[in-house]
């Protein structure tokens, strides 16, 4: 026990740790930038439990009221959304804020819930329209 | 067991408690609007406890402490998440202090990167999406500078608290 408790001012390997743990973050953080893509956000999906409940064009204002353990108060205004109303504990959502780029998310952990923007992917879009 | 041991056991489980409620005030939500971003001092007793008593001993504490917080804020999400995150931590602190080259500055940070891995694990299981896994960077950013704070508080602790 003695020389454990001799371990307490900081060591090499302390900074091979920490500079590991900032790598894989910033490493993470890099590849979710790359893989949301660049597409034109257009639509709102609102997923409770994983599936979607819900999807809202991003271009409209309009609002939903996403029920369940708690309520969610989701709202679309001027081509942003967010989850301006909870009744869950912490309302972590809340304090998200809004979202407007595709591929992020605001997520409500005690109603299971998550408020997805969704970019245009190829296969969605009209490629031509034929007269 | 010896009575002192278990004297020092409920008396960090009580600290542990009351440092997880005085976190709650601290708004730091507000700061950093993240699902889950926590100071995490009451983990300053579960690594005080790993270097002091043992991982037996401070297996207890923690389920004692998660249950008991559990009880009386009547949370289940919350009680699943500290727990996992809680277990998952202490158990890469246990491993990553038989390192000699770790002191407990690389233990901590090392931990509360193993609590921000499990507790995007159990956010994932819950919402049946994997969507939650954007915000382990950022966690873990947050979570390396809040292991370091609860570093400095631990080394401060042992290295008055000598054993006797």
Redesign the interface.
């Known amino acids: 026990m003695m020389k454990d408790l001799e371990r307490l001012t900081f060591r090499k390997g302390d900074a091979v740790a920490i500079g590991a743990v900032i790598l894989a973050a910033i490493a993470l953080l890099i590849f979710f930038l790359v893989s949301a893509g660049n597409g034109q956000a257009h639509t709102v999906r609102i997923y409770r439990n994983g599936e979607v409940i819900r999807e809202m064009p991003l271009g409209e204002n309009g609002e939903y009221l996403v029920t369940g353990t708690y309520e969610n108060l989701v709202e679309i205004r001027d081509g942003r959304a967010a989850i301006t109303r909870s009744s869950c504990p912490g309302e972590d959502c809340v304090h998200s804020g809004w979202i407007s780029q595709p591929g992020r998310s605001i997520v409500c952990l005690p109603n299971r819930v998550e408020v997805r923007i969704e970019g245009s992917t190829a296969d969605d879009e009209v490629d031509a329209v034929i007269r | 067991m010896k009575t002192k041991d278990l004297t020092i056991m409920a008396i960090l489980t009580a600290l542990a408690m009351v440092l997880g409620w005085v976190e709650r005030m601290i708004p730091l ?2 700061l950093i ?4 971003v926590k100071l995490g001092l009451a983990n300053t007793v579960t690594m005080f406890s790993l ?2 008593l043992n991982l037996p001993a401070t297996m207890l504490i923690l389920t004692a402490r998660c249950l008991l917080g559990g009880l009386f804020s009547g ?1 289940v ?2 009680l699943a ?1 500290s727990l996992t995150g809680g277990v998952i931590s202490m158990l890469v602190m246990a491993a ?2 038989r ?8 233990v901590s ?2 931990g509360a ?1 193993g609590h921000n891995c499990g507790q995007i694990l159990i ?1 994932m299981i ?4 994997g ?8 966690l ?2 947050i ?2 500078a809040c292991g ?1 704070a609860t570093a400095a508080v631990t ?1 401060g602790v ?2 008055i608290a ?2 006797s």
């Open positions: 939500e507000l609007p993240l699902p889950g270097y002091w949370n999400t919350a998440f990553a202090k390192s000699r080259h770790l002191s407990v500055w690389g940070v090392l990167a956010a819950l919402m049946h999406s969507a939650v896994l954007g915000y382990l960077p950022y873990l950013l979570g390396t370091c080394a042992l290295r000598r054993p």
